[in-house]
């Protein structure tokens, strides 16, 4: 008896919705049917654009045309609009597969079960079941609608750009249009001299900086979430409420505020080292200070995140547990290292992941305070205190090379990602999760 | 005095010290920018910590003179912020909720996603937005600041928010769950409450986020009424170079003050570890 089973199946294939209303599912039925209808029309109009558009890129070039001895402007294709409304069409043809697997699925499922004799529930059942066993993904819904449309789209966006030679001044629509390259931006820029020099001597900068400025902040933190927290330090809030100051200001103003107070010539901090007999130190101008510069300037900037993440998981440390290390006789530091320094990693593990991902792309550090700059004659379009990030920022809005900054953006994510994911992967809030309980 | 008790002191000593050294750094720039905005005059440059006269001009250029829209920058921002927040800590308690509590086929899956696209440079997607955007004819408005902000916070937030939620104890669910709630209550009567912590942090987080963006903001608002005040603030210091920094550090407190004393009223909320009272309790 697998009749209902079968049929349901072949209904819904033929056409969303089917399925469901043979299963006597009528509310959902036409729920799928209205979305399959809607769907079509959609794509009738627009699927076959869309084809042509991510193959070619356009194929009329903005040209004058003479109409009766007088020139005229023809509108070309715009290589780029068409690359990104094509995207957007085949994006949610993907949505609509998947929805067509699941009706199919669906129908299949409540076939099935009436095969086995059940009868199929009505819309409120439906309703109920989703909220009782699907509610993790129904929670997920919204937040994944905003990311595919804000965050994928754009990134796949972007990545296919790497790919063409959209790039001033030659490859510029609406004059000029784009083409399809494949790896040649790649190539020009791991291989060819000019862009390789400036690549991988921003990268390894980016590296040194992304380390020394995750490490200084986290464990700076945790010292003084400590000196805080420990037992006999009075007046706990005032001194909080002081070290948090430098988070409540907002980053973009204690930035370039910190980017007046290291002037080299008018700056105060030159001139209380002027006061004390010392030479003013070129803060910002020389490339070594600068960077020096840019890490201390992080730490205070950053401290007080670190401060009051660990300050908050200090407190979720159960008490019992120091009061039986202190029976057992342990030490200050026993304490700290067998208590609370695996407490402290353990919840906040991702959250030094994440510090040290952005760190790699901490662009208003950089942006704010240097600009890159001091400039570096034998980089293109890069400074000394540049990261990638900022050059990237600087080949898409200053140079208008979308397509070298796509390469660039590219690397940065393949290199941050291996890193992360290994170490998430292997932190123990991702492996252990369910071990506080 | 036994050793015990001298060590004591000595080690009290030496935090205080540090605090001390500590609390200085960290108001020595607040005050500075507190005091340049009193000085008289334009530049940077001043001979004394401590101005010799003081002046509210530079504030109340800030409200009069009609070069800058600095109120109606201010309310911008705030709107802005507001409006991402909610709708940004929204997000991100569902996703973290959901990966926190239940287990289901694709859940290892979606976290690592999320962290994955949480490492793409924001930069990379600038274009496409901008491009999107002007698609749906959203250029130049709060809206869409807003409904990027906070479709952007799930990814930064969910998984620290998760490894909040994950030292929630289960049995309280359970002993929730027996008494008859079901998912939604107990998201709302227990996780909620007990998460106040964290929820602070992602909102505070989330609040700040637009105050500090200025360059998607620039990239976005075109007109100077829809400013916010990054993109004002900016504008000011840049356009100007040194010449108007006494305004711009006027301008700095303004935006500063409000937001510290949020801080203040929120950061006890901040480290109070509700969680650890309530599985003992």
Redesign the interface.
Known sequence: MQRHHTRATILSTLFMGLGQIYNRQFIKGFIFLIVEALSLTYFIQNLGRAVWGIVTLGTTSQHFEKVKGIAKLVKGDHS??IL??SL?TIIFFVLFLIAWYMNIRDARNTGAARDAGHTPGNFKQSIRYI??YK???T??I??SV??L???????I??VM?AFTNYSAPNHMPPAKLVDWVGFETFRSLLLLKSWSHTFYGVLTWTIIWAVLSTVTTYFGGML?AM??S?Q??RFK?I????????????????L???R??F?G????INQYLKFFGLGGLPWLTDPFWAKVTVIVVNM?VGI?VSM??I??VL????RDMYEAAEVDGATNYQKFRIITLPMVLF?????L??QF?GNI?N??AI?LLTNGNPVNGNYQYAGSTDL??TW??KL?LDQNK?SM??AV??I??LI??TF??YN??RTK??QE??M?? | MSGVKVRKIIRLSLSYLMLVILSVAALYPAIWILFSSLRPGKSLYSKTFIPETFTLEHYRALFYDNTLLFPTWWLNTFKIAMFSMLLGVFLTLLTSYAVSRFRFKTRKTTMSVLLVLGMFPGFMSMIAIYLLLKEFNLLDTHLALIIVYAAGAPLGGTLIAKGFLDTIPRSLDEAARIDGAGNFGIFWRIILPLSRPMITYMALTQFVGPWVDFIFARLILRTKEKWTVAVGMWDMVNSNQNSNFTTFAAGAVLISIPIMILFGFLQRLLVEGLTAGASKG
Do not use: C, H, K
């Open positions: 780029i609009f990104i409304q957007i909220l009782d509610f993790a993904q929670f997920l919204l937040p905003g990311i449309l804000f965050t994928v789209m754009p990134i966006f972007m750009l003084v000196l805080i420990q006999g330090v809030g001194w909080r409420a002081i070290l948090i100051i430098p988070y409540a200001i907002p980053q973009m103003i204690s370039l505020l910190m007046n107070l002037n010539q008018f700056g105060p205070w007080p009051l993440l300050m908050g407190t979720t440390i159960p919840s906040t593990a991702p959250t992941i994440a991902a792309n662009f208003n942006f990638l990030v990237l920022y898409t979308y900054a796509s953006g590219i940065i994510f941050v990602a992360s994911i998430y992967r809030s991702f999760e369910d506080i309980q």
